[in-house]
């Protein structure tokens, strides 16, 4: 334990003693919500930036926050569950579409609909991830993907049956007119070209170990918790590192050469080809495609801090006043230049600071 | 010979009963016909149906979507001439004027396109697909002209945004189920969407619907309006300061035996008021303490906001209702009073009766002249606003006989047969479909063999019929059941009873929207039909006959006509024997299982066969069951 914090500290010290100027990397004054100021719960498993609305799935109700109130969905107004897992925005119609413990429901202008294993093709109801795609939601389920098709109300399953997943337990799915991307919990990365419907999957060419013998040749590790494909790169996330991945290359995140605070990742989003947003069980970290910064109340002592590594590995704290609720990051999503983020403790706005 | 006697001379009465109505009786070609030589004319092909109607901003024309004859008709608003009968496509069911009047957008709801109507050349200048049953249009229009194009798609249940320029859809957005009629306000801000069915809700309780209220600029749904206990609602329209809505529906009371119709009510007719000028959402009966006027369908509202009109398809009239003292009713009664059918005596000022099965009207752009299409007897109703007096009635060209069919349709839909007039076949069976409720029908206690509202489409050889398979062909079915169960009042002629029954077996499949066009099944459909026709299980053991999904469900109609116990009954139901539904168009009918307890097709399976007995399904995966209700909703 001492060995792991003294690590960080001598680069500090190492960065103050030479005087080097740190990167600039985006600043932001954190507020943060929790039950005692309008959150249904504290537990928050997910965010959406929808406009000037703010969803955020709790374990205890789906919440939005406009005009400065929260409003609470629950089962009672049809939710499939109380514990919302994940959320995804139709740009076209403005629904919102939120996986739960207990199905798939779409929120659309206060009317609750809810899928679930019994009552609709969904596969099943703990449903983990989903993403919107022109009039397809795709969803990641605990026994494998589904897609819905909002026109013709057909579901379609994807398994071990038809597609090269092995374990079926999908924890995220990242969809675009171009190709479809599931994170598999323990059987790595499935793609789904959608012009040719041929499926591919990306494993760790190390297998199921957790060491790392062949670093950026391929996935990072087989239990992917997360995946974003934005500008035609894949970001994914995994509980021993992240990768990203470029349709011919790879390049793997790891605490030792990177500035990830964990390798234990719970999601990632990609900004673009080049930056990425990265939720840790301690902390928040964003990559500018050089440098890193973190963000995260202290692990030993809980205050706001934000340290930043540049790339040649040196790491300048930056004082702050303010920090995202907890370290056990959980998601995050982009209103403008602002941040907010889903934590363990917590919904979090970061308000950007010049 | 005798029946067409018989036949021709109810024709004729009901033509003179009209005439009381129509004091100058104008044809269609402008000349004006006594009503004899009108029941007298007999001409080929079909009849008009006219069921909207809208008029050019000018007040010149008057054009008159003509239903059974796939025309938009367009007359001489002053004299009721037809200056053309434009052929558009199949069932047309709602139409819209751009603002400029120069286009008129026709939804054809059977063959899912829209006509677009140059009005100064009056003829079809484009025809554009778009989704299942397009039932109603509006045209959103900025710095004059036409942008978008909103289509009410009754089957999808949604709306779809079309360019109005070259008719791409941009989007669809979730609606009520059965979206059906638009209205836009009159800042052009707001869509407003009604629909037919209510929303799918717990079996055996209230109906909810909604009316979906759209950011017409954004393309947006932005708020979902309750209408809570409601259930078939039909034309909104407002006042042109937008400061007053109404929409017309149906309250049905379908939780308690129906038996009971001459100590209560199976339906309230009633309308729904909103916006600023009430500060709330109201819902008005229409009807009186013992004189029902039922399916309330056209709303208007007189430019100067002083009255409002609505048409009464199973009364054959008019309501008008004097806006100020139902205001001032209002304002004193801040309590509900749908039920309290005295309320009305306090608002409603007039009954003006005109054609057969009135549906969609507009009024003068003065407010002066209230026209009325009158879709079973293919006139339009001219009415005074001042006198509130049926002044003329245009004759639209077509047959002049009144067939048996139309006089079973006729039948059908006129809710005159019941006591007090409380409702007709089709307040159930919504354009001659279904209406998405569960109901309790007979005087067997409550909550006891409760039934789900099966589609009425291309009956024959689908008998026998009731949910038990209790009645063996159609005429018992809506003979002696329907008048003693049912009316509690008079009972049908023969005649008229072969001529419903008729009607009811002429009803057509409509197309199936879940086939595809080259009648090809998709690979999942393919796979869904294999396991619809399987004689072995996926362990490789025979599935015994009569637990082999296409033994039941056999045949081109999906039945083979026999009862069978499989195990979905419950104890409330007398019988244990259910008969085997018919599957075609199942897609659309939901609730499923005699009582409706299943709210989706997969719930059949997943919630209601623990034992196997409707079929053997246990076996399935997920994959299977979805592939097997896709191969299903084709049929």
């Known amino acids: 334990m001492k060995q792991r914090l003294a690590m960080p500290m001598m ?99 206060g009317r609750i609909d809810s899928f679930t294993q019994l009552n609709s093709g969904l596969s099943n109801n703990v449903v983990y991830g989903v993403s919107v795609e022109g009039d397809n939601v795709w969803v990641a389920t605990a026994a494998g993907g589904c897609r819905f098709n909002t026109r013709t109300n057909e579901w379609s399953l994807y398994n071990e049956r038809n597609t090269p997943m092995v374990e079926i337990w999908t924890y995220a799915v990242s969809a675009t007119p171009s190709k479809v991307y599931y994170a598999v919990w323990g059987s790595g990365l499935l793609e789904l070209d959608q012009k040719t419907g041929r499926w591919d999957k990306y494993d760790d060419p190390d297998g199921e ?92 002592t809980g205050q706001p801090e934000m340290t930043i590594r540049d790339a040649t590995g040196n790491v300048t704290p930056v004082a702050v006043t303010s920090a995202p609720a907890h370290n056990y990051v959980l998601g995050i999503d982009f209103q403008g230049q602002d941040i907010w983020v889903a934590t363990a403790k917590g919904l979090s706005h970061g308000i950007r600071q010049p | 010979m005798r029946r067409l006697g018989s036949a021709l001379a109810a024709a004729a009465a009901l033509l003179l009963v009209c005439a009381a109505w129509s004091p100058d009786k104008v044809s269609a070609g402008g ?42 008709r367009v007359l001489d608003a002053a004299t009721g001439r037809t200056l053309k009968s434009i052929d558009v496509g199949h069932m047309p069911r709602g139409f819209a004027l751009a603002s400029a009047g120069d286009r008129l957008y026709v939804a054809n709801s059977w063959d899912d396109t829209i006509s677009v109507i140059d009005t100064p050349a009056l003829k079809v200048v484009a025809t554009w697909p778009v989704a ?23 089957i999808s249940n949604d709306v779809a945004v079309l360019d109005a320029a070259t008719g791409s859809e941009r989007k669809r957005l979730v609606a009520g189920r059965g979206a059906s009629y638009l209205a836009l306000s009159p800042d052009g801000k707001r869509l407003f969407v009604t629909h037919v069915y209510p929303n799918p809700g717990t079996q055996r309780a ?12 954004a393309a947006r749904v932005i708020d979902r309006m309750p209408l809570d206990s409601i259930a078939g609602v039909f034309h909104v329209a407002f006042s042109p300061d937008g400061r007053m809505g109404v929409v017309a529906h149906l309250h049905p009371k379908n939780l308690v035996p129906l038996a009971h119709v001459e100590h209560g009510w199976a339906f309230v007719d009633t309308v729904t008021v909103f916006g600023t000028d009430f500060g709330r959402a109201v819902e008005v009966p229409l009807d009186e303490l013992d004189r029902y006027f039922a399916m309330p369908f056209g709303v208007a509202i007189a430019p100067d906001k002083s009255r409002i009109y609505i048409t009464h398809g199973g009364s054959d009239c008019v309501t008008v209702i004097d806006v100020p003292r139902l205001m001032h009713f209002v304002r004193a009664h801040p309590g509900p009073f749908a039920q309290d059918l005295s309320a009305s005596a306090n608002y409603v000022s007039a009954r003006i009766g005109v054609g057969r099965n009135p549906r969609g009207l507009v009024l003068s752009r003065d407010g002066r002249w209230l026209f009325v299409a009158n879709r079973l007897d293919d006139t339009i109703s001219v009415i005074d606003a001042r006198t509130d007096r049926v002044v003329r009635t245009f004759v639209l060209e077509g047959p002049r006989k009144i067939s048996p069919l139309r006089h079973g349709e006729q039948t059908f839909y006129i809710a005159r ?49 009731k949910w038990n398979g209790g009645n063996p062909n159609i005429p018992t079915e809506c003979g002696v059941r329907t008048e003693k169960y049912f009316w509690r ?22 197309p199936n929207r879940w086939r595809q066009p080259d009648g090809q099944l998709s690979p999942a459909q393919e796979h869904g039909k294999a396991i619809f026709e399987r004689a072995i299980d996926k362990f490789g053991k025979p599935i015994p006959l009569e637990n082999r999904c296409s033994y039941c469900h056999s045949g081109p109609k999906g039945t083979n006509q026999k009862s069978f116990d499989v195990g979905t009954g419950k104890p409330t139901d007398r019988s244990g024997l259910l008969d085997t539904p018919q599957l075609m168009n199942i897609a659309l009918t939901a609730p499923y299982l005699h009582d409706g307890s299943a709210r989706s097709l997969e719930e059949i399976w997943t919630v209601f066969n623990p034992h196997d007995k409707h079929g053997r399904s246990n076996d399935l995966t997920k994959d299977d069951l979805n592939d097997l209700i896709e191969y299903l909703k084709t049929r």
């Open chain 2, 417 to 465: 047969f019941a006591f007090q007039g409380q409702f007709g076949c089709a307040n159930c069976h919504i354009d001659s479909t279904f209406d998405g409720l569960t109901w309790d029908l007979e005087p067997d206690g409550f909550g006891v063999d409760i039934v789900d509202n099966r589609l009425l489409e291309d009956l024959r050889g689908t008998e026998p019929f």
């Open chain 2, 132 to 154: 299942a049953e397009p039932s109603s249009v509006a045209v959103q229009t900025a710095a004059g002209s036409a942008k978008l194009l909103y289509v009410a798609n009754r």
């Open chain 1, 11 to 109: 680069l500090v010290l190492a960065c103050a003693a030479f005087g080097a100027q740190a990167p600039q990397m985006p600043r932001f004054r954190f507020e943060n919500f929790t039950t005692a100021n309008g959150l249904p719960d504290n537990h928050v498993f997910s965010v959406l930036v929808d406009g000037d609305r703010i969803w955020a799935g709790t374990e205890n109700g789906l919440a939005v926050y406009e005009n400065r109130q929260w409003k609470t969905y629950t089962t009672v107004n049809g939710l499939a569950h109380r514990a919302v897992l994940s959320l995804a925005l139709d740009r076209q119609t403005g629904d919102v579409w939120a996986g739960t413990m207990g199905g798939l429901s779409r929120i659309s202008a």
């Open chain 2, 206 to 217: 209230a109906p909810e619907s909604e009316i979906t209220v759209i950011d017409a600029r």
């Open chain 2, 489 to 510: 009042s008079q009972n049908y002629d023969d005649l008229t009873l072969a001529d419903l029954s008729m009607y009811v077996l002429s009803i057509p499949q409509r």
């Open chain 1, 209 to 300: 170990n957790e060491i790392v013998l062949f670093k950026d040749q391929g996935l990072i590790h087989e239990i992917v918790t997360s995946v974003s494909y934005v500008d035609n790169i894949v970001w994914a996330a995994t509980y021993f590192g992240a990768s990203r991945y470029d349709g011919r290359y790879w390049h793997n995140f790891l605490t030792k050469d990177s500035g990830l605070p964990s390798n234990f990742l719970n999601y990632v989003k990609g900004v673009d080809a080049n930056h990425a947003w990265f939720c840790t069980d301690r902390g928040l970290a964003y990559y500018d495609g050089i440098n890193w910064a973190v963000y995260r109340p202290s692990v030993t």
């Open chain 2, 31 to 72: 000349q004006r016909q006594d009503n004899a030589a009108a029941a007298s004319t007999e001409q080929e092909g079909d009849y008009a149906s006219p069921l909207e109607l809208a008029l050019s901003p000018d007040g010149t024309r008057l054009y008159v979507l003509c239903q059974q004859a796939n025309q938009v």
